[in-house]
């Protein structure tokens, strides 16, 4: 099983930055993928970025560029930087991780962004 704590979440207005945290309960090097998704109200979780054991990455489009995922092995913790912050960026984030088959996920951390 992986514990994931999220933190970070605010308000921030447009363009603004805000990085989230997602602390596990075990060595990142033992979890194939973790990532992130975000669900806005009255959509479905979509998925934002990955980043797997191996050190690959991956975004969705509407944030490349302009978001960056990247771990502390150290500290088992997992980051999202979101630069250029949008209003449609404005959703809960959820940190999740795949050690192998299961997924597990944090309690999510919301973010707003004010036009």
């Known amino acids: 099983q992986v514990q994931l704590v999220e933190s970070g979440g605010g308000l921030v207005q447009a363009g603004g930055s805000l990085r989230l945290s997602c602390a596990a309960s075990r060595s990142l090097f033992s979890i194939n993928v973790m990532g992130w998704y975000r669900q806005a109200p009255g959509k479905q979780r979509e998925l934002v970025a990955t980043f797997t054991s191996g050190g690959s990455t991956n975004y969705a489009d509407s944030v490349k560029g302009r978001f960056t995922v990247s771990r502390d092995n150290a500290k088992n913790t997992l980051y999202l930087q979101m630069n250029s912050l949008k209003p449609e960026d404005t959703a809960v984030y959820y940190c999740?991780?795949?050690?192998?088959?299961?997924?597990?996920w944090g309690q999510g951390t919301q973010v707003t962004v004010s036009s």
């Open positions: 999740y991780a795949r050690p192998r088959v299961d997924v597990y």
